[in-house]
């Protein structure tokens, strides 16, 4: 599984270009406040908040369904703040997006954008 490359999408359709487009402008979100999936399948992680409770915490991502799956990126914050992560270049996953928090965690907000049906190649 893989993205498509530059030449790929030079001989795309004008609907197929259209479509990779609006995934593009599309965003899907949750808030937790415990380990979780976030989703199934790839996409690109954009944006997260996290929120300590009252002490510092930390929170990890994986990509897959579990914390056996490959790791993304961990996050931190201190006592009682709230902290964003804007990831720029938004992080890419293929086997979906999991969770791991710290017992410190009041709420984190996830924002990803998912990769519809035919936008990756199989």
């Known amino acids: 599984m893989g993205l498509f490359t530059k030449e790929e999408i030079a001989e795309c ?5 259209l479509r ?4 593009a402008l599309s965003a899907s979100w949750k808030r937790f406040n415990a380990n979780g ?4 399948g790839p996409g690109t ?3 997260v908040i996290l929120t300590a409770n009252g002490a ?3 929170a990890s991502l994986y990509d897959g369904e579990d914390t056996n799956a490959e790791w993304i990126v961990s996050l931190k914050t201190t006592s009682a703040q ?6 720029d270049d938004h992080l890419y996953f293929q086997r979906g997006l999991y ?9 984190i907000t996830i924002v990803w954008h ?4 035919g936008i990756v190649k199989s």
């Open 56 to 58: 510092n915490c930390n």
């Open 82 to 87: 709230s902290r964003p992560y804007a990831f």
């Open 13 to 17: 359709s004008r609907q197929e270009l």
């Open 37 to 40: 999936i976030v989703c199934k």
């Open 114 to 117: 998912p990769f519809p049906f």
């Open 20 to 23: 990779i487009y609006c995934h």
């Open 99 to 107: 969770l791991a928090v710290d017992a410190n965690v009041l709420g």
């Open 45 to 47: 992680l954009s944006y």
